[in-house]
């Protein structure tokens, strides 16, 4: 069995050396051909073809492999910030969007449904002040507005704010970072 | 997710599986045939982890073993480091399903089946379509991801791609959103409230407020001590005006005592006190005199009370007196009702006695009638029972008759059958005999054409000189060999002889059916006639049996002793020669074939029987009249009794009345005498002695007479006369001791009014005048103390007091008018000092009123508090003010920290609030959503194309939208134009690819199960895929392979090897030289299956 590939007429000038031989044919063409097999057969009278395939330029489709970097596969927040870097925002800081996607994602590890969602920093603040009662610390630390106000000062990762016994798909060191969110191509 | 460890009972074709230990194996085969229970490990696999069937979504109890109560599953496995462990039970019957989810390294649990189906889908991000898509392919099914369409796949996927996480992320951030835009508003309304600077106001009011409070401490002072001068100055005024108060007081006793008046109220009261006392030395002599006369008249009633003839006993005799009369007529008459009574009882006693004795006689006559009827029923009975009995004899014999006359006509027709087949036998043989005949004429023509055919092909070669084949002789010259035999006369003569056979066997065939008929009527006509006789004979029988019949017996005998009641008649038996003869008739009826039919009999044996009928009945109305009668005469029986114990206890009712009377009659004349016996002896002496003896009373009362009953109320009347004597010298006494008694009384009230009162009235006219001179004592210490008055309100005493009192109010006026004088100075220089001082407070105000006027000195209203209401007014004003100023200050203050506070949370809530509006929108399902799912499908199919190329031998790929393409020809194939391998080698590499994509990524798909699939495969595409398998595996990973090819098991690290008998599947692994040997063993099945 003889495999033999080209265009019609370089297997045409093949034909007297190709003989009475068991070939299988690739014919390379520039616009799919509707009578291909009857050509070829045309053009090896004594060969006992066995298959015709068409190689055709016009409808020949891409191959999908690996990327080169393919072994890692980025995480959504890397994912997300290329996409920010992308799209851009409608007004608010970029930075501000990724911190709270961050913090949003972490809580998804813990919480099923909207229901168990943990509350904002801010809204904490907000019920609290309305409340009468002080604003811990602790809270005021992961505002919004505090946590990034100042590129000065050490980035803070989002930590989990309740104990849970499922552990965390996303582990905390694949939080958003902020300090890396700023170093970011980020357009508004 | 990555198996561990797994066991289950009582699933499919398993009682026990496990615990089976897939730790530390990375490419394992489970092998065994077809039916084996390999498949079933995978279903184990999906009940324990999501509760469910891998291959339809029927109810997972169908996967219960039959036989089996429960099914448990028990699988322990890694995922994200943590080890986990899940169990579930299902129960055949009603009882609820359990599952358990155990974090073996936290030690947290989540029960309950919907907790715990949850708690898989979030942990693993995929729920069970996805799952049995992606990590579990299970036979024939494996590639519904490849042929998913787009919006299928996505849904399959979006779990694995993490988009269900960005989705839910969004779905958070709408819902902090919204919580934080109602947070925010709330804020707003409470922050409007307040003051827009609450610092800078409370600075401003702080200072009003000190103003205002040190202009208040300087009109409180000059209050206080205006104030204090006022009131120095009222105790100064208040002095002078008492002490004139006091010497008025003092004048005026000295002017009332000076009158003379009291002094001749004295007198006067001196002289009437003389009079009263000789008027009381009089009444004590009288009252000596009516007390000796009372204590006498009680002593005479005492002593008569003591001898039994006081007022009570004497009214109580005269009582008793005056009813004995009566009482002894009323005994009289009661005695004589009585006596007539008792008689009258005695009477009705001996009438009940004798109707009582004939009670027995009536009873034998009821119960002997009661017998009469008992024996008549019976007798009823009996003559039914024999109707029945002869109705079923005599229908017997009938019956026989009727059954001899039909085997008699049976066996005639018999007779004429079997005459008519033995009149046909001779044709018959003469048939044979022709058909006989016929045959040997076609046999001969057969036989010589056979010999001329013969002759024809043995001498068709010979010649003249040729020795003949059958006799061996040269055939003498000249020879012609003999013609040929037409051969249609050779098949006329075979086909002759073949219908003359045919026609042989025809009428042989005929004789022996005639035969064989003739003699079967012979045998039936024996048995018919055998019958017949013993029908015959069972009729005769019977009728002579006839007379001996018990039944005809009791029929025809009439019945003895029994009496029957009046008005019953007996009936009359039947004439048993009577039904003889009608049966002997009927028989003869019959046998002469008349009056056969059943019918007919019927009406014959009605006939016959009608008479024994007619008996019965007439017997059973009989028995009914006699069974009436006998209970008549039992009601009439009972009613009659019934009537006499009602009369009886009626008597006893009367006897018990009459025993009442009588007693009361003995208690009446028992209390008359003990009322006689409780008389006073004098007046019970004119009466006869009681008796000792109850007995003896009514006599003794009937006996008293109207003269003895007169002298004791003499005797009587005659004691009552004296008590009533010394009662009128008592209350005579009595009243005279009252009269006394007032006039001391009279005495005393007009003392206290003539004497006493005059007497009073000057001692407090004294007592006045000391007490002016008391109250001067306080104002002029010096004066004396008066005198007290005496204790008794004598006119001696009253006289001495008021001679002392006169002197010393004399001296007290003198003194006291020196004192006033100094004190009335004093008063008029304190007003002075006052008006002085209020002026000019009043002018360092300022701000008094225009129309505010200082009062004069003298004037009354300088002391009151009205005069300084301008300051107290001022300093109010100017208090309120520093009140109002300093609660504005502390209401600014109280905002402050408040107003901060919210300030900055809304600003801090409000950055949040425009963060997440921008999250939301870029989170949404045409955003990042489908930007990301984009992108991982293109990392997915990038590398399940190189694995497909592997798998396929460089023959496929993926493109976009998972389209299959030839890599030589670039050309996209439909992935339902696959053959069975290449779909499978497909949907192995998106498997694959799908396991390393996930390990990438956030979790770790850790397992990937393949149930067979690898049966479509050639040897060669075989060998390459498990090559990538063994290749891909490796790590943590675990890819389980279920074939029913052994040659798998070269390709695998360890086979886990399921096999199944009688008692259901079982499994274990392999060792390495089972796996040698089964590798071998397929190996030379083939080479033999070649040969």
């Known amino acids: ?188 | 997710v990555r198996p561990l460890t797994l066991s289950f009972t009582g699933l499919r074709s398993y009682d026990t599986f496990g615990p089976v230990s897939f730790d530390n194996r990375s490419l394992v085969g489970i092998l065994g045939d077809t039916g084996a229970g390999k498949s079933t490990i995978l279903e184990a696999l999906c009940v324990a982890l999501y509760g469910k069937c891998s291959w339809s979504d029927r109810d997972v109890k169908d996967l219960i073993a039959d036989g089996a109560p429960t099914m448990t599953v028990d699988l322990t496995f890694r995922h994200d480091e943590h080890r986990w462990r899940i169990r579930r039970t299902f129960y055949t019957n009603t009882m609820p399903t359990t599952a358990l989810l155990e974090n073996l390294d936290t030690g947290a649990k989540v029960d309950n089946i919907r907790p715990v189906d949850k708690a898989i889908v979030a942990m693993l991000r995929m729920d069970f379509t996805a799952f049995r898509s992606a990590v579990l392919l299970p036979q024939g099914r494996f590639a519904t991801l490849l042929h998913a369409t787009d919006r299928e796949r996505t849904d399959l996927l979006k779990g694995i791609f993490g988009v269900d996480t960005v989705a839910l992320v969004r779905e958070f951030a709408q819902a902090r959103r919204v919580a934080l835009g109602d947070l925010l508003q709330d804020a707003a309304v409470s922050r409007a409230t307040m003051l827009p600077d609450p610092a800078g106001e409370a600075v401003a009011a702080a200072a009003r407020a000190e103003r205002a409070e040190r202009q208040t401490a300087e009109l409180t002072e000059d209050i206080t001590r205006l104030r204090g001068l006022q009131s120095s100055t009222a105790m100064a005024v208040n002095h002078a005006y008492e002490i004139t108060t006091a010497l008025r007081a003092v004048n005026d006793a000295a002017d009332e005592l000076d009158r003379g008046q009291i002094e001749s109220v004295v007198a006067a009261a001196a002289t009437i006190e003389d009079d009263l006392a000789a008027a009381e030395r009089d009444t004590t002599a009288s009252e000596l005199q009516a007390t000796d006369q009372l204590e006498t008249a009680e002593a005479a009633l005492a002593d008569a009370e003591a001898a039994g003839i006081g007022a009570t006993r004497l009214a109580s005799a005269l009582s008793t007196l005056e009813r004995l009369h009566t009482e002894r007529e009323a005994v009289e008459a009661e005695q004589a009702r009585i006596t007539t009574e008792a008689q009258r009882l005695a009477a009705e006693r001996a009438r009940l006695d004798a109707a009582a004795a004939d009670d027995p006689a009536r009873e034998r006559e009821v119960a002997q009638l009661s017998d009469t009827a008992a024996t008549i029923q019976q007798h009823c009975e009996d003559v039914q029972n024999a109707v029945n009995e002869l109705t079923g004899q005599v229908r017997d014999v009938l019956d026989a008759a009727a059954a001899a006359a039909s085997h008699a006509e049976e066996l005639q027709q018999l007779s004429d059958q079997a005459a008519a087949v033995t009149a046909k036998l001779p044709e018959l043989e003469r048939q044979i005999a022709d058909s006989d005949e016929a045959l040997n004429i076609a046999r001969l023509g057969v036989e010589s054409a056979q010999r001329a055919e013969a002759a024809a092909v043995a001498g068709e070669h010979l010649h003249a000189g040729d020795n003949c084949p059958v006799c061996a002789r040269p055939i003498p010259g000249p020879y012609t060999p003999p013609a040929p035999v037409d051969a249609d006369a050779l098949n006329t003569a075979q086909t002759r002889y073949q219908d003359a056979s045919d026609a042989l066997s025809r009428a042989r065939s005929q004789r022996d059916e005639a035969q064989r008929r003739l003699r079967d009527l012979t045998d039936t006509a024996a048995s018919k006639n055998r019958a017949a006789q013993a029908s015959r004979t069972a009729v005769t029988a019977s009728c002579g049996e006839m007379t001996g019949w018990t039944a005809l017996a009791t029929l025809a005998a009439p019945i003895d002793d029994i009496a029957w009641p009046d008005g019953v008649t007996s009936p009359i038996p039947i004439v048993a020669g009577t039904v003889r003869d009608d049966l002997s008739a009927g028989v003869s009826r019959i046998a002469a074939h008349r009056d056969a039919d059943g019918p007919q009999r019927r009406q014959l044996l009605e006939h016959m029987l009608a008479p024994a009928r007619r008996y019965s009945a007439d017997l059973r109305t009989a028995a009914a009249e006699v069974d009436r009668a006998a209970a008549t005469a039992r009601v009439e029986l009972n009613s009659e009794r019934r009537d006499l114990k009602r009369q009886v206890t009626g008597y006893q009712r009367e006897a018990e009345a009459f025993d009442d009377a009588h007693r009361r009659l003995a208690s009446t004349v028992r209390k008359v005498a003990e009322a006689v016996g409780n008389l006073p002896g004098s007046v019970r002496a004119p009466l006869p002695e009681l008796p000792g003896a109850d007995q003896e009373l009514a006599n003794w009362l009937a006996d008293l007479t109207d003269q003895q009953i007169t002298a004791a109320r003499a005797v009587l009347d005659a004691a009552t006369a004296a008590i009533a004597g010394y009662e009128l010298d008592r209350i005579a006494a009595q009243r005279r001791l009252h009269e006394l008694a007032q006039t001391r009384s009279a005495t005393a009230r007009r003392r206290d009014i003539e004497v006493v009162a005059p007497l009073r009235q000057a001692v407090r006219a004294y007592e006045n005048a000391a007490a002016a001179l008391r109250s001067a004592r306080t104002y002029q210490p010096d004066l004396p103390e008066p005198d007290a008055i005496g204790v008794e309100l004598t006119p001696t005493a009253v006289r001495r007091y008021g001679q002392a009192i006169v002197a010393d109010v004399s001296h007290a006026g003198v003194a006291l008018s020196e004192t006033k004088g100094t004190a009335d100075r004093l008063a008029d220089q304190q007003r002075r000092s006052l008006t002085e001082d209020l002026s000019a407070v009043l002018a360092r105000i300022g701000e008094a009123p225009v129309d505010l006027t200082i009062p004069d000195p003298q004037d009354a209203t300088l002391l009151t508090a009205a005069t300084l209401d301008p300051l107290t007014n001022a300093r109010g004003v100017a208090g309120e003010q520093a009140r109002t100023a300093r609660a504005e200050e502390q209401a600014a203050a109280d905002q402050v920290a408040r107003a901060t506070a919210l300030d900055e949370a809304i600003t801090a809530g409000q950055l949040r609030r425009t963060t997440l509006d921008d999250l939301c929108l870029l989170l949404a399902e045409g955003k990042f959503q489908t930007d990301l799912t984009d992108r991982r499908t293109r990392a997915l199919l990038g590398v399940a194309s190189e694995l497909f190329s592997r798998l396929s031998g460089g023959e496929f790929g993926y493109a976009e939208q998972f389209q299959v393409v030839a890599r030589r020809s670039g050309v996209a194939r439909s992935a339902k134009t696959l053959s069975g391998g290449e779909t499978f080698l497909a949907s192995l590499a998106l498997a694959l690819a799908l396991v390393e994509l996930y390990s990438r990524t956030a979790g770790r798909l850790g397992a990937l199960f393949l149930d067979e699939g690898f049966g479509s495969l050639d040897v060669d595409t075989l060998a390459a895929a498990l090559e990538v398998l063994r290749a891909e595996t490796g790590g943590d990973k675990l890819v389980a392979v279920i074939s029913h090819l052994h040659a798998v098991a070269e390709a695998v690290q360890d086979v886990l090897w399921v096999e199944k008998d009688s008692s259901g599947s079982a499994a274990r692994w392999l060792t390495g030289e089972q796996i040698a040997d089964l590798v071998h063993d397929d190996a030379a099945a083939g080479l033999l299956s070649l040969t």
């Open chain 1, 1 to 188: 069995l003889r495999e033999i590939t080209g265009t019609l007429e370089q297997i045409g000038a093949h034909a007297d050396r190709i003989g009475s031989a068991i070939v299988k044919v690739i014919v390379d063409t520039a616009t799919p051909s509707p009578h291909l097999a009857e050509q070829v057969t045309a053009l090896l009278p004594h060969a006992e073809v066995v298959r015709v395939e068409e190689r055709c330029a016009a409808t020949r489709i891409q191959l999908l492999d690996r990327t080169a970097d393919g072994a890692e596969e980025p995480e959504l927040p890397e994912l997300f910030r290329d996409y920010l870097a992308r799209v851009g925002t409608r007004g608010a800081g970029a930075e501000h969007v990724l911190a709270s996607f961050g913090e949003l994602l972490a809580e998804a590890s813990i919480a099923d449904t909207v229901h168990d969602c943990a509350t904002l920093p801010e809204e904490d603040m907000l019920t609290a002040v309305l409340a009468g009662d002080p604003v811990p610390n602790r809270t005021r630390e992961r505002l919004l507005v505090t946590s990034l106000a100042s590129e000065t000062r050490p980035p803070e990762r989002a930590a989990p704010r309740r104990q849970r016994s499922r552990p965390r798909s996303v582990p905390p060191t694949e939080m958003v970072d902020p300090s890396a969110a700023s170093s970011a191509e980020v357009t508004r």
